[in-house]
């Protein structure tokens, strides 16, 4: 498969610098609006007439929250069930770099990068996958809460204060080593973001378990093994650390994260590495594009609100930015699934769609673009009936079935 998503190296050259502003308070007390807005049509009766069925109300929905709003108990009984991943077996044969249940997630993605991104399914691809993580951790590894979300519109000046990055026990790691390096480039190459204090393996917080494994790698590890997936995945447990990450980097945007160039499926475990870099949170995470992609220009129609959302080609707008400010494995648009911290931004991302869907009923479920990314190669439109592709970790369901999170077929929740 070609993995391909920006153009030749040789235009990075001509990659510009992005503005930064001040972040400001407004964006949380617009965003406090918004979700009082939501939450008053919701509780209307003809709202939901209109958008609860089956067994799912108000009343019964799960309730996502903030990382931050959630008490030490309950975000290290987060962090639990996600090691828990580690420890459970690859449920995918056929990728030979999946060694435990993290990393199915990472290589489902990878292989439908191009298929999920600018696309008609984007928003309900990500919603899907983020929903079967949660019930993974719930049925499988005995977390009790639902899927908590990274809130952007605070701490843009200073991720490193963000309970999510602080590096504490309850956070999902800090900054990474300091790795001398030239920031990155994104945005197709034409946005330059430079380099935060990090960009080495994340050095605090609960994933930093990690013991080398290129030192004396046993033949028995070799891809040429005779041992069977299962038996592999045990043995790297004991030789390479709980919290190793296995697959990629396919396309990391930080400068120096030399990617694998050639076999995406093959075995490269390492450390998690991250460079917090607030020249995209500051920049993006303001008052006036939360309002225009929720109630501005952009929120007129989908096309328009996923557009604004993932940004015109070239640019940096909300979906990116919450990758680039985690810089390392968490600015690879192919395996981002790497840093933990992937899935409390999708759950962000899932959030503001969720208030765009509620505020514009008459929109809410329709989808738009084809089925490529941006088009290329060109493909047909796609529609709502549109099977979502999650490989091995659920069923393939049509997106029809993901676009009201109180349908109940399969989703039953909310976010406060």
């Known amino acids: 498969?070609?993995?391909?998503?920006?153009?030749?190296?040789?235009?990075?050259?001509?990659?510009?610098?992005?503005?930064?502003?001040?972040?400001?308070?407004?964006?949380?007390?617009?965003?406090?609006?918004?979700?009082?807005?939501?939450?008053?049509?919701l509780h209307d009766s003809e709202t939901l007439q209109a958008r609860g069925s089956g067994h799912c109300t108000l009343l019964n929905a799960a309730v996502r929250k903030d990382w931050e709003h959630m008490s030490k108990v309950e975000r290290k009984d987060y962090i639990r069930a996600v090691k828990c991943l580690w420890k459970l077996p690859s449920v995918d044969p056929d990728f030979s770099a999946a060694q435990n249940h993290f990393d199915d997630y990472v290589a489902v993605h990878m292989n439908q990068t191009n298929f999920i991104h600018g696309t008609a399914n984007f928003l309900t691809w990500h919603r899907y996958l983020i929903w079967l993580w949660e019930q993974k951790l719930r049925n499988q590894c005995g977390y009790k809460g639902y899927l908590p979300y990274w809130n952007w519109f605070k701490y843009q000046d200073d991720l490193s204060k963000s309970p999510v990055f602080d590096g504490s026990d309850t956070s999902l790691g800090g900054d990474g080593e300091y790795f001398a390096h030239n920031g990155s480039v994104v945005g197709a190459g034409r946005i330059w973001l430079p380099s935060g204090k990090g960009g080495g393996c994340v050095k605090s917080g609960p994933f930093v378990k990690y013991a080398p494994f290129s030192l004396t790698p046993p033949t028995s590890l070799s891809l040429a093994s005779p041992m069977t997936k299962?038996?592999?995945?045990?043995?790297?447990?004991?030789?390479?650390?709980?919290?190793t990450i296995n697959i990629g980097p396919v396309q990391p945007a930080m400068q120096g994260y030399t990617p694998v160039y050639t076999d995406v499926k093959k075995l490269n475990p390492r450390c998690q590495r991250r460079d917090l870099t607030m020249a995209a949170s500051m920049s993006t995470f303001t008052a006036s594009?939360?309002?225009?992609?929720?109630?501005?220009?952009?929120?007129?129609?989908?096309?328009?609100?996923?557009?604004?959302?993932?940004?015109?080609?070239?640019?940096?707008?909300?979906?990116?930015?919450?990758?680039?400010?985690?810089?390392?494995?968490?600015?690879?648009?192919?395996?981002?699934?790497?840093d933990p911290a992937f899935y409390l931004h999708h759950a962000m991302i899932d959030r503001i769609y969720w208030i765009w869907q509620v505020l514009h009923p008459a929109e809410a479920n329709k989808v738009n673009g084809t089925i490529t990314f941006r088009n290329n190669p060109p493909s047909r439109v796609g529609?709502?009936?549109?099977?979502?592709?999650?490989?091995?970790?659920?069923?393939?369901?049509?997106?029809?079935?993901?676009?009201?999170?109180?349908?109940?077929?399969?989703?039953?929740?909310?976010?406060?």
């Open 383 to 416: 529609t709502v009936d549109d099977l979502l592709d999650m490989g091995k970790l659920g069923p393939s369901i049509p997106i029809k079935d993901v676009l009201n999170t109180l349908g109940g077929t399969p989703l039953c929740y909310i976010y406060v």
């Open 289 to 338: 594009n939360l309002l225009n992609v929720t109630v501005g220009r952009a929120s007129a129609t989908v096309g328009h609100f996923q557009d604004e959302l993932q940004g015109p080609y070239g640019t940096l707008r909300l979906h990116g930015a919450g990758h680039y400010s985690m810089g390392g494995d968490g600015s690879d648009v192919f395996t981002s699934l790497n």
């Open 1 to 41: 498969m070609h993995f391909s998503l920006v153009p030749a190296v040789g235009a990075l050259l001509l990659a510009a610098t992005v503005t930064t502003a001040a972040p400001t308070e407004d964006a949380l007390v617009i965003l406090e609006d918004l979700q009082r807005q939501v939450e008053t049509k």
């Open 230 to 243: 299962n038996e592999r995945h045990l043995t790297t447990q004991l030789l390479v650390g709980s919290y």
